[in-house]
């Protein structure tokens, strides 16, 4: 009975366990998580609401007036029961009409300010996921970094226990296990700094997706690597130029712009104010009688907008080539940034890349060094070596990683994955 209850409980603590545990998030888990719940762009989609709210409120036509009145109350009449006797009641009815397309061009005007909102959010989003995915490459980076250093720790650890056997037999001195063993130092250093930089960049990508997860519970995965293929420039200049979203405002601006300096010129025309009113003036019978109000544009022909909605055109046709050639400064910068840290990487894969030699170069001296063939200074420069040449593999890998973030935040979507 006891095995039996022993072997239950033993399922139900795995059972919980895989319930607790978390499998680690990709790229684009991570990306659609703080899509649904970062709180910036939640606040930039309220802004396109508002916008298209502006639309109702653009398109809306002029409300018309109702007017009643009570004319010639006679208050001092020497019959004093009778003071509406001569009451002159009368309805008027007007309304403004709005001449030259007016409330179109309110309406077209509020839809291109609802088109750029949209856009200014796609750059919004654009922005805060190249800071999403420098956080994402940081993380990979800090647990490679983490796993190498643990690497280390774990092949010196074997070392000095065989160094130990041959104290023991011998083979060598006191003092060079003791100079072993200091060394251990610099790379239990290495493992808990490692350490510390994982939990940092989970916590930032924590911030980022706006989760209380506890650390120990999140964790990320993907490829961390880098490809030696790079497509031409051009292209990423045609990519740029087709989705780059604040490009794609500036222009749109502009043609708002336009829009506002035609609504401009139809505000200086005049709208006549129809009406209607129906009275009764006793003892004569009711009437209806009917009016035209059109205001005189002498002096104001709203000619202050048109100058100010015309410079306008000009002001966002400027802005929108100051747009043009940032895009091609910044494509251009990240590409040759990206074709440099490329240039970097390719000597240390191989069987005669860097890797491959620094792993021989340890292994070689580590073997001449337990047979005594090797001095314990050549060992320790090996051992140096190998962990310089790790270290600054993953680094520059990193590098890279944050090259092609910034290439694709320069072209606007995710050209290179």
């Known amino acids: 009975m006891r095995p039996l209850l022993l072997r239950s409980l033993l399922l139900a603590a795995g059972c919980l366990t895989n319930g607790f545990a978390q499998s680690a998030l990709t790229w684009q888990q991570v990306r659609d998580k703080f899509v649904a719940a970062n709180p910036t762009l939640m606040a930039g989609q309220i802004n396109i609401q508002e916008s298209k709210a502006q639309e109702i409120t653009a398109y809306l036509r002029p409300n018309p007036d109702m007017t009643f ?21 009368s309805a008027i009815f007007s309304y403004l009409h709005e001449r030259q397309h007016k409330r179109e061009l309110r309406l077209q005007s509020a839809q291109q300010g609802t088109a750029i909102a949209e856009s200014q959010q796609a750059d919004l989003e654009r922005t805060l996921l190249f800071n999403l995915r420098a956080a994402f490459v940081q993380t990979l980076q800090a647990k490679a970094v983490l796993a190498v250093a643990k690497d280390n720790l774990d092949y010196f650890d074997r070392e000095i226990q065989i160094n130990r056997e041959r104290l023991r037999a011998g083979d060598i001195a006191r003092v060079e296990l003791d100079r072993l063993e200091l060394q251990r130092v610099q790379y239990e250093s290495d493992y808990q700094t490692a350490l510390v930089n994982v939990r940092t960049a989970k916590i930032t990508l924590l911030t980022l997706l706006n989760q209380r997860t506890a650390v120990d519970q ?25 989705s780059r979203p604040d490009l794609k405002a500036a222009g749109q601006a502009v043609i708002k712009a336009e829009t506002d300096h035609k609504l401009a010129v139809a505000n200086g025309s005049t709208d006549p104010t129809f009406g209607m009113d129906i009275a009764r003036n006793p003892p004569i019978q009711a009437y209806i009688g009917v009016s035209v109000n059109i205001p005189l544009r002498i002096f104001d022909r709203n000619q202050g907008e048109k100058a100010r ?42 069987a005669e890349g860097y890797l491959q030699k620094a792993t021989r170069v340890r292994d070689d001296i580590s073997f001449s060094y337990q047979r005594g063939q090797a001095s314990l200074v050549d060992y320790l420069d090996a051992q140096r070596d190998y962990r310089t040449v790790q270290v600054s593999y993953l680094n520059l890998v990193g590098a890279y990683l944050a090259a092609v973030n910034q290439l694709n935040l320069a072209v606007g979507q995710e050209a290179i994955p």
């Open 69 to 89: 009145g009570f004319d010639q109350i006679d208050l001092f009449t020497p019959n004093p029961y009778r003071p509406f006797q001569y009451t002159f009641p």
């Open 218 to 242: 999140f964790d990320v995965a993907g490829p961390f690597e880098f490809a030696e293929t790079i497509p031409p420039l051009d292209e990423f200049h045609t990519m740029a130029l087709a």
């Open 309 to 350: 909605t015309e410079i306008d055109i000009r002001h966002a046709e400027r802005l929108r080539d100051a747009a043009l050639a940032q895009i091609y400064s910044d494509v251009d910068s990240a590409y040759f940034t990206l074709v440099s840290n490329v240039n970097l990487l390719r000597p240390y894969r191989g």
